[in-house]
């Protein structure tokens, strides 16, 4: 004879409410890992991963992440709402380049403050981290042209959020317009992504033009912070300027006299 007691409960019950979760598997949830392979176009001349890849990878499973916690493109696209990221910070442990072959990128979301997002990020190449980020967004009416609090986005349970930052990040980056542009460039087309804004990661690609080949050949980035102040469409002329200051060097894009973009960018010399 069986020892087993079978118990019927009622169809009614919602069995979610019995649900608990240790603290490694609130850890599973809320973190998204995924793996790129690393492409011939996604490093510089050296074969070393740009800086642009680098913003593309942290976007790209930012963006897969929200999308399985329930605030992500389609989500938000009803409502006419959407996430406008408005800094972008990342340390170089190791470079990463074109023989390492894959990375695997891994992100979370921290709780918000009253108009801020925030998340981190890791790559990681086999069992070494390379590469830690971190990011700040504001959720955006589209219709209205406006931020929202951090309170219209009421789907989510902050408390259960992880709380560890992986890198402590440089948000406050001076602006700098001295002598000559060294670089200038007119926002077309290609630029454009489907908000209609000069996409973020091209950014980046803008600021690696300040550059000469001699100047990144002779160095190891270090750190690359990057503020998005002002959005940029077809037909804006973008000029950049450039100074060093502090062990930093800063960038700095204007459309005329108005400053769109900022950046921050720390070397150390190549062994």
Known sequence: MSDRILIKFPESIDFSDFMCYNAKDMEKIYTFTKEFDVRYTDVDYEDRLKPSSVLSAFLEVACDNADNLGFGYDDLRPKNYGFLVSNIYFEVEEPVDLFDKRIL????????????????????????????????????????????????????????YRTDHCVEAVWKIPVVKEGEPVYTMKVGLADHDHYRHVNNTKYADYIFSCFTMQEWSNCNLKSFGINFIKQCREGDTISFYRSDADGATLVSGYVGDECVVAARLIFTERV
């Open 105 to 160: 990128t891994e992100t979370w979301p921290l709780a918000p403050g009253r108009v801020l997002f925030f998340r981190d990020y890791r790559i990681h190449v086999g069992n070494k981290v390379k590469i830690k980020g971190s990011s700040r967004w504001c959720l955006y009416d589209l219709s209205e042209d406006r931020i929202l609090p951090s309170s219209a986005l009421d789907n989510q349970d902050y408390a259960k």
